[in-house]
C-alpha cells in the first residue's frame, strides 16, 4: 500500500484585537509555550514563536489533516480564553480577525526562524503594517486595504 508523503512549511501572522499591545514582557514566554502546545497537540511540529506586544509569528511544519483557518482559530480562541483565565491582561484581550499564512522551502526555515526570534530588532525600525505590508508584498498576495489588519497608530 502506497503512503502519503508531504513536507510544508507555513508562517502565520495575526494581531491583538485593534492592533493594541497587550501582550506584555512579563508574559509573553508563557504564551509562547502555550502556543507551543496547542500546535503540537494538533501535530504540527512548531519551529518558532515570535510574540510582540500587538501581532505574533509562528512558523511551522504543517500537518495537512488540519486545515490552516482551524489551526488558526483553535490557537486564537484557546489563548484568548486563556490569557483571561490567567488573568494576564488588564484589559479585554482579543485577536483581530483574520491572519497571514504564508508558505517556505525548506531552504528558507533557518532565515525564517531568525527573522521571527529577532522580531523586537526589526520592529525599532520597522511598524507592524509596513511589515505586514512587505509580507504580503514580497509572497505576490493580492489584497484589498479595506480587508487588512485594524492599523490604528503604530506604537513603534
Not at 30 to 48: C, D, F, P, R
Not at 73 to 90: A, F, M, P, V
Not at 110 to 117: C, H, P, T
Amino acid at each position: 500500500m502506497a503512503n502519503t508523503y508531504t513536507q510544508c512549511y507555513f508562517q502565520l501572522v495575526f494581531a491583538v484585537r485593534e492592533r493594541e499591545s497587550q501582550i506584555k514582557k512579563e508574559w509573553k514566554d508563557k504564551l509562547e509555550k502555550y502556543i507551543t502546545g496547542i500546535v503540537q497537540n494538533s501535530k504540527h511540529k512548531m519551529l518558532a514563536v515570535g510574540a510582540m506586544p500587538d501581532h505574533i509569528h509562528i512558523l511551522l511544519g504543517y500537518n495537512v489533516n488540519q486545515l490552516i483557518p482551524d489551526l488558526v482559530e483553535n490557537i486564537k480562541t484557546s489563548t484568548d480564553s486563556w490569557i483571561k483565565q490567567e488573568q494576564l491582561s488588564r484589559f479585554r484581550f482579543g485577536w483581530q480577525k483574520g491572519y497571514g499564512a504564508f508558505t517556505y522551502s525548506k531552504l528558507e526555515i533557518g532565515n525564517v526562524i531568525n527573522y521571527i526570534m529577532s522580531q523586537e530588532e526589526h520592529h525599532r525600525d520597522r511598524s507592524f503594517k509596513e511589515e505586514y505590508l512587505n509580507l504580503l508584498e514580497k509572497n505576490e498576495v493580492e489584497f484589498k486595504s479595506e480587508y487588512l489588519f485594524e492599523f490604528f497608530n503604530d506604537a513603534w
